[in-house]
């Protein structure tokens, strides 16, 4: 047996947030999200939470877990077992506003990812490869230039990084490290030719320069890449683009 605490809280009912204790029993391999669907399973007043690919893929049961922000799916208890007290805490992502207990509001958090424009820009029409017999009409890309997208292709938008940013809790216009990671990914992407409008995108008063370089994005990320590394790297391109601006040479 181990114990859960979990966050409650409902806007809706004008009472103040308190953490509730339910005992759960467990066995090695047995998942944070096996425990929360548990609770909710046998008992009353059990508290919300979003879960749905339970493969570490959708991102959508991302939590504050044992003082981490960590997925529910794929972090054992065993785990937390052995770095801690026995007890397991959980609280919702922090910087968004809560439906109800570990739900919370996303909205700001998409809208700043809308606001990178997050699809290919290319500057011609699809062409039609393959043969006759069998055409196909997408944009072909080397082994090569697809490695150079590597580090920022697999993220799943859980808000991880997003919750772990100082920055995005006092600034919510700030695009946040997701946004901007998936920026660099557009921006690398042999195949896009809208370059210099994602970088007056991150450019902005509420992008880049924003950023502190604390690297709890880096260090939160459950799919091990690095947000922290793009905003570099972009800061790196802004700055660049702006000094060739300057002498004519872009």
Avoid at 10 to 34: C, H, I
Avoid at 81 to 96: D, F, M, S, V
Avoid at 122 to 145: C, H, M, W, Y
Avoid at 224 to 238: E, F, H
Wanted: proline share 6%; charged share 20%.
């Amino acid at each position: 047996m181990t114990e859960f605490r979990v966050f409650r809280f409902d806007p809706a009912d004008n009472k103040p947030a308190r953490f509730d204790t339910y005992t759960v029993p467990w066995e090695k391999g047995m998942t944070v999200l096996e425990g929360l669907l548990y609770i909710s399973d046998y008992f009353q007043d059990s508290p919300s939470f979003r879960y749905s690919c339970r493969a570490a893929v959708c991102g959508s049961c991302a939590m504050h877990i044992n003082g981490k922000y960590r997925l529910a799916c794929n972090t054992l208890i065993e785990t937390l077992l052995k770095e801690g007290n026995g007890t397991i805490t959980i609280q919702p992502l922090a910087h968004l506003p809560v439906y109800k207990d570990l739900v919370v509001n996303m909205d700001n958090f998409f809208r700043n990812y809308e606001a990178i424009r997050p699809y290919l820009i290319p500057d011609k029409s699809v062409p039609e490869n393959g043969s006759a017999a069998l055409t196909t009409r997408e944009f072909i890309q080397s082994p090569k230039d697809r490695k150079k997208i590597d580090g920022a292709i697999d993220c799943i938008l859980c808000g991880a990084c997003y919750g772990s940013c100082p920055v995005a809790g006092t600034n919510p216009e700030y695009l946040g490290p997701h946004a901007i990671l998936k920026a660099a990914r557009f921006y690398n992407d042999s195949r896009d030719a809208a370059s210099k409008e994602r970088l007056s995108i991150i450019g902005n008063n509420h992008g880049l320069f924003r950023c502190h370089s604390i690297f709890n994005c880096q260090v939160v990320c459950p799919k091990n890449l690095d947000p922290a590394g793009a905003i570099s790297q972009m800061k790196m391109k802004l700055v660049w683009s702006k000094v060739k601006g300057l002498f004519g040479l872009g």
